[in-house]
Structures are given as structure tokens and as C-alpha cells.
Nanobody
Framework: QVQLVESGGGLVQPGGSLRLSCVAS????????IRWYRQAPGKEREYVAAITSLGGTNYGDSVKGRVTISRDNAKDTAYLHMNNLNEEDTAVYFCHADGPQKYWGQGTQVTVSS
């Protein structure tokens, strides 16, 4: 059974940090490009970051400099480290696997509020 399961979201104060995880199962994680997206209430889904199977990374303009994407293929897991969070980062964060097939996780809520 193919699964992508995000975790690590929660409530954080402005200026705080979070690390999101995306754990994969049921497919060959290591050959897939992994992307993170987010969707805030009433807004379209927004690209956040990507990491290729070889470790190349790319970031969306709204998070560049504050976010780091990484992966551990031995653990079938991708991570999104987010620093200096602000209220505009409040959203549901989704993990996406892009390869021979395409898979989505169900998302994890990040709320930035004082």
C-alpha cells in the first residue's frame, strides 16, 4: 500500500521553527523527486520546495532563505526545516512524490500565531 504521511506540524509563535517529516512506504522512495506544497485557507496550493533523487534542491520565492529541504533515503523520509516563521506561513503542508507515479500525502497543519 502506497503512503505518504506528513507530520511535525503544529502551533508555533512568529519567529519560531518547525521540522516537517514525510514518511513514504509502498514505493521506491529513492528514485522520486519530493516536493512540498502548502495551501492556506481560501488560497491556491503553493509550491514550497523540492529535492531530486540526487539531492538537488529548489525553493519557492516566498520561503527562500528560511526553509531547507532534505531527505534520508535509508529512512524513506523527506524533511522540511522551516525557520523564522511568520503568520503568512500558516497553511496545510503537503508532501508530493514525483516519479514513475505521483503520490500525495494528506497534509499537516502549520499555524503561526502569537
Amino acid at each position: 500500500q502506497v503512503q505518504l504521511v506528513e507530520s511535525g506540524g503544529g502551533l508555533v509563535q512568529p519567529g519560531g521553527s518547525l521540522r516537517l517529516s514525510c514518511v513514504a512506504s509502498g514505493f521506491t522512495f529513492g528514485i522520486y523527486t519530493i516536493r512540498w506544497y502548502r495551501q492556506a485557507p481560501g488560497k491556491e496550493r503553493e509550491y514550497v520546495a523540492a529535492i531530486t533523487s540526487l539531492g538537488g534542491t529548489n525553493y519557492g520565492d516566498s520561503v527562500k532563505g528560511r526553509v531547507t529541504i532534505s531527505r534520508d533515503n535509508a529512512k524513506d523520509t523527506a524533511y522540511l526545516h522551516m525557520n523564522n516563521l511568520n503568520e503568512e506561513d500558516t497553511a496545510v503542508y503537503f508532501c508530493h512524490a514525483d516519479g514513475p507515479q505521483k503520490y500525495w500525502g494528506q497534509g499537516t497543519q502549520v499555524t503561526v500565531s502569537s
